[in-house]
């Protein structure tokens, strides 16, 4: 079995690092809303949906960032979502 740790740690560690060169306090703020959204049991039980498009979740996220949408945010979370890798 894959322990979701280890395959979230180079994402995470690349957001991290990408948001150091921009403005961290931005990313932290994003990141805190993005994990409320996603620790919801609604947006987790669509994270366990086989039918439906981590992409289209992926702009789900990005639009519930409608006030603030750091660069390079919406690439990330493509990349996720392509690699399936959301949930990490």
């Not at 981590?54 to 690699?83: C, S, W, Y």
């Amino acid at each position: 079995m894959i322990n979701p740790e280890v395959v979230a740690r180079p994402y995470a560690k690349a957001l991290f690092e990408f948001a150091e060169t921009r403005s961290p306090e931005l990313w932290l703020q994003t990141l805190e809303i993005l994990a409320n959204i996603v620790l919801q049991k609604d947006f987790q039980a669509a994270l366990s949906e086989p039918q439906l498009p981590q992409r289209a979740l992926a702009e789900v996220l990005m639009k519930a960032l409608t006030d603030v949408v750091p660069e390079g945010l919406g690439n990330f979370l493509n990349i996720l979502a392509h690699a399936d890798r959301l949930s990490m």
